[in-house]
């Protein structure tokens, strides 16, 4: 019954898989392995999360995590301590994700046999450093993700590993050294036919040269990439792409161009279900802000401030921050101005980020913020 509820959940028949792993729980009597209950339970968080269902998922999991733990099943450990992971981070308990996957995955913990399994939670692990603003984890974990995937030959997290490595990089000495191996790994990915992996670099590649100041370049990386990101329909990775193509033209001044490619992302989330909020809504902010529409921009930005919640990802709340705190400002309201600033100042302290706050920063020496503590400048 548990072998029956993952396979209906890859077959995307949650519900199903969630009856099954119920049916297997059910069945369990004390004449069994205790394996079996922690596999039944195992496979009823990931029907749970898969039916959007994150705390009871997030139960489910832990427990058979550390049921696991006690039967020294490394490997099955570590897949359920992932799923509850996950399941935190849907439920926006961002930082609680990330100790507790990373705390699985703690080089203390044995065996660290190599394994598909291992690889790609690492990787996970990397990506959850990168949104709150841990770029120095991120860096570490990405790199013992690729060395753990090219053991096991799993091309396509080695490859994703290098793209997250690399903007890690980036973010931390806030240069532009690392650049260079976004190439490699598209260049990489493609060779090997991981696709989504070529336009995720494009991704990655585009936000860091716009972080860079190179606005320009940045147009020019993210319009090649939404083009691949079509020819190979990959649609989710081609609205990303085209959003940060509006963003870059914004900071170009081509306006009408900018325009064009946010609508035509807006419309793609729309499509999607992703009308509000959508990926695309702080570009359009700023586009609005750009455009001197003030009242249109603040209302903009305090929408998508209420829709990062209370515990925002550092990633989406850092460049929102600025064009938020500057419609403010040029509102009138510096209360507000300044409580924007702060917020984002108090996440920044908790991150190891040298880039993407830059523009945070210019926003509060305009306003006449008092700026952040002298140890970081």
């Given amino acids: 019954s548990a072998a029956a509820s993952d396979e209906a959940r890859v077959a995307g028949q949650a519900t199903l898989a969630l009856r099954h792993a119920e049916r297997a729980l059910e069945w369990h009597n004390d004449e069994l392995p205790e394996r079996l209950l922690l596999d039944g339970l195992a496979a009823r968080g990931r029907a749970r999360s898969a039916l959007s269902d994150g705390a009871a998922a997030a139960r489910d999991l832990h427990a058979a995590a550390e049921g696991y733990g006690a039967c020294g099943e490394a490997e099955k450990r570590l897949a359920a301590s992932s799923g509850s992971a996950s399941a935190d981070w849907m439920l926006g308990r961002h930082d609680a ?41 991120a860096g570490d974990l990405s790199e013992r993700a690729r060395s753990v995937a090219r053991a096991c030959g799993e091309s396509a997290v080695a490859s994703r590993s290098l793209v997250v490595a690399t903007t890690a990089r980036v973010l931390a000495v806030g240069r532009g050294d690392a650049l260079a191996d976004f190439r490699r790994a598209a260049e990489e990915a493609s060779a090997d036919g991981n696709n989504r992996i070529v336009t995720l670099a494009a991704i990655h590649h585009s936000h860091a040269l716009s972080l860079l100041g190179r606005p320009e370049d940045a147009a020019d990386e993210a319009r090649a990439g939404a083009t691949r990101a079509e020819e190979l329909g990959l649609s989710d990775h081609r609205l990303v792409l085209l959003g940060n193509l509006g963003e870059a033209l914004v900071e170009c001044g081509r306006l009408a161009d900018a325009d064009d490619a946010l609508a035509a992302a807006a419309a793609g989330w729309r499509e999607l279900g992703r009308e509000a909020p959508s990926p695309v809504d702080p570009a359009r902010a700023r586009l609005l802000l750009a455009r001197g529409l003030i009242s249109d921009a603040l209302r903009e930005y305090r929408s998508i401030r209420v829709s990062l919640g209370k515990d925002p990802l550092f990633e989406q709340l850092a460049p929102a921050a600025a064009g938020h705190a500057l419609a403010a400002a040029t509102a009138g309201e510096t209360r507000e101005a300044e409580r924007v600033i702060t917020r984002c100042l108090a996440a920044w302290q908790r991150s190891d980020d040298r880039l993407a706050i830059v523009p945070l920063l210019v926003a509060g020496a305009m306003i006449g913020s008092s700026g952040p503590p002298q140890t970081r400048c």
């Fill in 97 to 137: 994700a990330f100790r507790r996957l990373s705390a699985s995955l703690s080089e203390d913990v044995e065996p660290q046999t190599p394994s598909p399994g291992r690889a790609e939670s690492l990787a996970d692990a990397a990506g959850m450093a990168l949104a709150t603003g841990r770029v120095i984890d």
